[in-house]
């Protein structure tokens, strides 16, 4: 499943972060209720999708940690706000390098590299660009 859209993070309550769908959001509280799925990978290109709140902040509640709990092995978020000129070219990365490779085992490190080149391209040196995206998995 890929979500490219505007994310909204709430830091008082964070069961309602969510991606802003065209029609509502989905929040954490939201794919909590869906139940267990059995699903491979979750791409959340959107802003602050893996960060939780300001008053529990050594607790995991954000999409990033709902989608896996619900049953996604592999799940890509981002930590803050992400650049919508490069977010299309990381997620084209990281499905061009998963198709070659043909499986999921070594996300993370396709995750990595997808970033690396972001990140040593001219325009992309500043952190803020290139370093919000994680993988959260095996």
């Known amino acids: 499943m890929h979500f490219a859209c505007h994310g909204q993070q709430d830091l008082d309550e ?25 699903a491979e ?5 959107a802003c602050a999708t893996a960060s939780g709140g300001a008053t529990l902040p050594d607790e995991a ?9 619900a049953g ?22 990281v499905y061009q390098a998963l198709a070659d490779a043909g499986q999921t085992r070594d996300l ?13 391209r001219d325009d992309s040196r500043s952190p803020l660009v290139w370093a919000p995206y994680v993988h959260i998995g095996p």
Do not use: C, K, M
Request: aromatic content about 6%; overall charge negative.
């Open 72 to 93: 996604f092995r592999h799940v890509i978020a981002t930590l803050w706000p992400i650049y919508d000129a490069v977010a299309p070219q990381v997620g084209q990365d």
């Open 41 to 45: 990978l979750a791409f959340l290109s």
């Open 61 to 69: 509640i954000h999409l990033a940690s709902s989608l896996q709990t």
């Open 14 to 38: 964070p069961s309602r972060n969510a991606v802003l769908l065209h029609d509502e959001p989905l929040t954490v509280l939201d794919v909590a209720r869906l139940g267990a799925v059995d």
């Open 108 to 120: 993370a490190a396709l995750l990595h590299q997808a970033v690396r080149r972001l990140r040593d």
